[in-house]
T-cell receptor, first 109, second 117 residues
Framework: DAKTTQPPSMDCAEGRAANLPCNHSTISGNEYVYWYRQIHSQGPQYIIHGLKNNETNEMASLIITEDRKSSTLILPHATLRDTAVYYC??????????FGTGTLLAVQP | EAGVAQSPRYKIIEKRQSVAFWCNPI?????LYWYQQILGQGPKLLIQFQNNGVVDDSQLPKDRFSAERLKGVDSTLKIQPAKLEDSAVYLC???????????????FGPGTRLTVL
């Protein structure tokens, strides 16, 4: 499974959009991009996933570049409850989630 | 719908002692996972069950760790004997077979925080 690179931390003002980048330059054609998040003292929570097209659900939007080498998770209106570690994961045929160290998003009031 | 349940939430033991963790997945979920999360790192998969059979245990330190899933429902993870480096949060997750094939959404429990002194 391809590796991902994320910034260790980011800040965002409450009510503003939070844009979390992820690089996955070695991704192959059949690998999906997944995003999970982990709020302090809780287990990880699924957010969204995509292959080629941009995706949106009630939690977030996922923008994948045309060459698929990078993606951005967008939280349109961040709240204090969105403060968490966000994991970008590339998942292939093994059906295994391999977590990196993620990005700690701190939403400031 | 009830989530994944784990117990205990916290455990403190001395090195060389034994410890066991329990997990009750979401009803009807065929796939169950155990992860180890060391402070400052992302979760690492230890073992994956499909019903009561092991799918992947390549990262499980089999000389001291064991896991079972009797009757394809609840699961226990045991460490015997514990080492200092086993201090971590042990997370259990489950997914339905349908979701595992479609989008691999895993539902995680709150975890058990183990401290080995």
């Amino acid at each position: 499974d391809a590796k991902t690179t994320q910034p260790p931390s980011m800040d965002c003002a409450e009510g503003r959009a939070a844009n979390l980048p992820c690089n996955h330059s070695t991704i192959s054609g059949n690998e999906y991009v997944y995003w999970y998040r982990q709020i302090h003292s809780q287990g990880p929570q699924y957010i969204i996933h995509g292959l080629k097209n941009n995706e949106t659900n009630e939690m977030a939007s996922l923008i994948i570049t045309e060459d698929r080498k990078s993606s951005t998770l967008i939280l349109p209106h961040a709240t204090l409850r969105d403060t968490a570690v966000y994991y970008c994961i590339v998942k292939g045929a093994t059906n295994k989630l391999i977590f990196g160290t993620g990005t700690l998003l701190a939403v400031q009031p | 719908e009830a989530g994944v349940a784990q117990s205990p939430r916290y455990k403190i033991i001395e090195k060389r002692q034994s410890v066991a963790f329990w997990c009750n997945p979401i009803s009807g979920h065929a796939t169950l996972y155990w992860y180890q999360q060391i402070l400052g790192q992302g979760p690492k998969l230890l073992i994956q069950f499909q019903n009561n059979g092991v799918v992947d245990d390549s990262q499980l330190p089999k000389d001291r760790f064991s896991a079972e899933r009797l009757k394809g429902v609840d699961s226990t993870l045991k460490i015997q004997p514990a080492k200092l480096e086993d201090s971590a949060v042990y997370l259990c997750a489950s997914s339905s077979l349908r979701w595992a094939l479609v989008q691999n959404e895993q539902f995680f429990g709150p975890g058990t925080r183990l401290t080995v002194l």
